[in-house]
């Protein structure tokens, strides 16, 4: 039976289009299920977003089974998962239509207006896409996909899609109990001088220190970036630093036991946004073929190379790309 309520095409859409719902009483506490994950959210949460949990979710996702929790969030979006750990490794493969069907039972994202998330995720009007209220005062969409659906709507500046394959009646409720939940989820105000100067280091810093064991070198950067923290990854061969622009409202804590100090993907979307640029440093034997360049080499837009240097800045023009990289200098190293 289980199985059969997830995999079911059968959809109720007459709720959908009425347009009708009856008020939802504003619910304090979150769903249980949530529990033990709330304080994992509020900890990554940036201080720009907000999460709304609903306040209880049907019996058809939580009964027999074996949650599994996950959250993850960076500056512009946050995500959370619901998975059955009950159901077979065959389905696991994430991103499959199996797995979205019968392991990923639920999920919340939030995001940002100006993110690359809601860019490209925002529900759109179209044959499949259905206007709902959700209150007297707000209005989301409803999307039908193939045995799953989703619901999204903006409210107090933030973008909101919940996703599962219950029917699509059970999944608007969920949204409209969510709207109406004064429990709202708020992250943590992140004060860069107090909670990040002691683990991170400006580019500025980093050269008046002297540099690293490995990259002794400057450029003729802008003061947003020469005054922005810095981010270093190393490989065994390649050394990747993110400096991300002075003034933001928050910077990521610098990973601690992982392969580098800023997650790649974190990292580049930083970059995508204008609130970053990156520097790639080949130290290992394949870059000696471009040891003796004489011009610089723009292998996409954005990127410029030169010599053994590499510079991605999208929001930059390749003749700023060109100066930086050539204004390589070294460290003046402090007698």
Same mark, same amino acid.
Request: charged letters at 20%; aromatic letters at 12%; glycine letters at 8%.
């Given at each position: ?74 500056? %512009? ?62 209005? $989301?969409?409803?999307?039908? $996909? ?40 708020? $992250? ?8 990040? +100067? ?9 050269? %008046?220190? $002297? ?116 204004? +390589? ?7």
């Amino acid at each position: 039976m289980k199985n059969k309520l997830f995999l079911s095409l059968t959809v109720s859409l007459a709720i959908v289009g009425s347009g009708g719902f009856a008020p939802i009483p504003a619910i304090a506490e979150p769903d249980p299920i949530f529990k033990p994950i709330i304080g994992e959210i509020r900890n990554k949460l940036p201080s720009n977003l907000l999460f709304r949990p609903p306040s209880r979710l049907p019996g058809a996702i939580t009964r027999e089974m074996s949650p599994k929790l996950t959250f993850d969030a960076n500056q %512009e979006w946050a995500h959370f998962d619901l998975e059955d750990e009950n159901f077979s490794p065959r389905f696991n493969k994430k991103g499959s239509r199996a797995y979205e069907l019968v392991c990923r039972l639920f999920s919340v994202t939030s995001s940002t207006l100006t993110s690359t998330y809601y860019q490209q995720n925002q529900i759109k009007p179209g044959s499949r896409t259905t206007a709902v209220q959700l209150s007297r005062n707000q209005h $989301g969409y409803h999307f039908q $996909g193939l045995d799953w659906s989703k619901v999204s709507w903006v409210q107090d500046n933030i973008y909101f899609q919940f996703y599962s394959a219950v029917p699509a009646g059970k999944l608007i409720e969920l949204a409209r109990s969510s709207v109406a939940n004064s429990q709202v989820i708020k $992250g943590r105000t992140q004060n860069v001088t107090q909670q990040l +100067k002691p683990q991170l280091t400006t580019w500025r810093e980093f050269v %008046e220190q $002297g540099g690293g064991r490995h990259i002794q070198v400057d450029y003729d950067l802008p003061p947003e970036f020469r005054n922005g923290y810095v981010y270093f990854n190393q490989g065994a061969s390649v050394i990747t630093a993110y400096i991300l622009k002075q003034g933001l409202s928050s910077y990521p804590p610098v990973n601690v036991g992982g392969l580098g100090e800023i997650d790649v993907a974190n990292g580049d979307r930083y970059v995508r946004s204008g609130k970053a640029i990156v520097f790639f440093w080949n130290l290992g034997n394949s870059g000696l073929r471009f040891a003796n360049d004489t011009q610089v080499r723009f292998t996409e837009k954005g990127t410029g190379c030169f010599r053994t240097n590499c510079l991605t800045a999208p929001f930059m023009t390749n003749e700023q790309i060109s100066h930086i990289l050539r204004s +390589k200098r070294r460290i003046e190293q402090k007698k």
